[in-house]
DNA sequence: CACGGCTCTCGACAAAAGTCAAATCAGGGC
DNA sequence: GCCCTGATTTGACTTTTGTCGAGAGCCGTG
């Protein structure tokens, strides 16, 4: 992995283009190719993140609904994506500053933990390259063999690989049919291990499931509608990493989660930085329960949804009273 | 400070157009402005360090002459600025991937201390901007009133400013008449302060000064080139934030240095990670006592500096065998 | 309220960057 | 040795971006 010889010219064309600031056609003559090849090169550049182009997302903390928010569920870092939409697509728009947020928190030699689902896959597919050396990226949680794109195991490989990190995946299934077998297979080394390397992870990423028929617990065949209705009735309000969790944040007891292969919660709330991106507004019963459960230290959501975040707080606060 | 309307749209802009990859006239109808002033506001958010753009310098560390200084001195890492020089003038070449450098060494939260010298200061000035919050800036030495534009406070700002950062200075002159005097200074309470705070910066910048007539030392009036050449006899082998270092890299038993206002060399060493950047080949035997003296563990120089430090090493092995 | 002085904004032009099809090159297989 | 394949490179063209001077808005001042 020395550094092929093209590698070594995109280096050169990106650092005397970004860093030195001549024009193309300077570079150009310097390397004594031709400026198509620079700009060429200078794409790649980009999309192998040697060169970074990140925007601060101070803009979205910065906002006196984000700074209430962070104080009124004690959370370290609250984004709010404004939602009447600088831009066409509305809900990109939360991915695209959570993948800004997300890369803003990554540090070298960090250790990364991933979860699965919609929200998590596009925030992977928008997530712009970077190129840090010595990180994991992790797999919370087993995989479905789902038709779908955003199979857990996807949303790891394509983060390492915008990353250049190591992907660490585990082919373990989500769910099991039996009890014992989910508990046999956790005991499987290989699967233990990963388990046990969870807690060390610096940062995690997630977002949180609805317990309704549209979850992709239903979608991927894990859950049938009407177990999900029952495990409503049980007082589900939320899936994390593949589990259910209640109203409070604590895995509900169920035949399901006991089938589960996936982080415990005690895992998850060990890792510093957990990053929780919530995109739909129908999510914000199983958000709370996951702020409730201490799932989520940092926050991206919309405009929409922070104000309900708040109404909420505020009525909490004065019933409290 | 609640950010400033306009900075506001400059946010916006950058936002569209870096993070969503809107064109300039996209941007421009979204936020209802013309293009060109669209145009203008990223200017300025690439100025502000609203967007950075940084590209990475793995290029100059991935070299094998590198790796093999880094493994002759022990030095955590080493960057060599190829001296055939892509760029015109050689000697900001080092400058350039020094900034580079540093700005990827530099971590939100992190206490910097800077030193003087020409070299810091073309750094500073050269480096492009960032928007670090909680960043501090600390200045490692007392000041001299020189007519140069590189005066260790303006090292400082300057440095602070592009960061967005916090600067620390000290208004001490580097050297007093009588040992005395810097004795009683250092036990003010200001300056003990300033003193005893050095040891906890995450990070240090500076350059090795070289003993000799042509020492910012002797052009800013603090020794006279009669002293400085008495000072050689002495044993002086380079100078280290103000200090006169012998060529173990220890502080010089000399009325000069108890008159100084500056870093105990403890309290460098007491620094992570030390950023030594040479750009003049003449400094090769100041360079060689600094590293003796532990007082570098990052270190950016030029190709022809790398090849003399290299053969020295290799000289000193076989002389060892 | 009229006047500079100031900043911000715009339109038009010039410069730079992106793109694409054709040409060239390298290397492997026959 | 020759031809084919796929990747790289290039020149020519188009689109996008940077810049500049003119004009518009905004204030504090006389």
């Known amino acids: 992995m020395a550094i092929r010889p093209a590698e070594q ?42 060169v970074n182009i990140s925007t601060s997302t101070q803009l979205f903390t910065d906002d006196v609904m984000a700074r209430r928010l962070e104080d009124a569920f004690k959370l370290d870092a609250v984004w709010i994506a404004p939602e009447n939409a600088y831009v066409a697509d509305p809900s990109t728009d939360i991915a695209v500053l959570a993948a800004s947020v997300f890369l803003e928190l990554v540090k070298k030699g960090d250790r990364i933990g991933v979860a699965w689902g919609r929200t998590v896959y596009t925030i992977a597919d928008i997530m712009s390259y970077a190129d840090l050396q010595d990180v994991t990226v992790v797999q919370l949680c087993g995989n479905l063999g789902a038709p779908y794109s955003y199979r857990p195991d996807q949303c790891t490989m394509e983060i390492a690989r915008r990353l250049n990190a190591k992907g660490l995946n585990f082919y373990a299934p989500l769910v099991l049919s039996t009890e014992e077998l989910a508990q046999g297979l956790r005991a499987e080394p290989v699967i233990r291990d990963q388990l046990a390397g969870i807690a060390d992870c610096d940062l995690a990423l997630y977002s949180v499931g609805a317990v309704d028929a549209d979850s992709h617990l239903v979608k991927c065949g894990a859950l049938t509608p009407a177990e999900m209705t029952t495990l ?28 589960v292969i996936s982080a415990e919660l005690a895992s998850l709330r060990a890792i510093e930085k957990r990053l929780m991106v919530v995109q739909e507004d129908s999510k914000f019963e199983p958000l709370l329960a996951a702020i409730a459960g201490g ?17 909420h707080a505020g009525a909490a606060s004065k019933k409290a009273s």
């Open 295 to 311: 799932l989520c230290t940092h926050l991206v959501i919309g405009a929409h949804m922070a104000e309900r975040l708040l109404a």
């Open 9 to 50: 010219l995109i280096h050169k064309a990106a650092w005397l283009y970004y860093a030195h600031g001549l024009r193309q056609d300077e570079v150009a003559n310097q390397l004594k190719i031709s400026r198509a090849s620079v700009a060429m090169y200078l794409r790649k550049a980009r999309e192998t993140g040697i």
């Open 232 to 259: 409503r009735g049980q007082g589900a309000a939320g899936v994390i990493a593949g589990q259910v969790i209640d109203a409070s944040g604590e895995v509900l007891d169920c035949s399901y989660n006991r089938r």
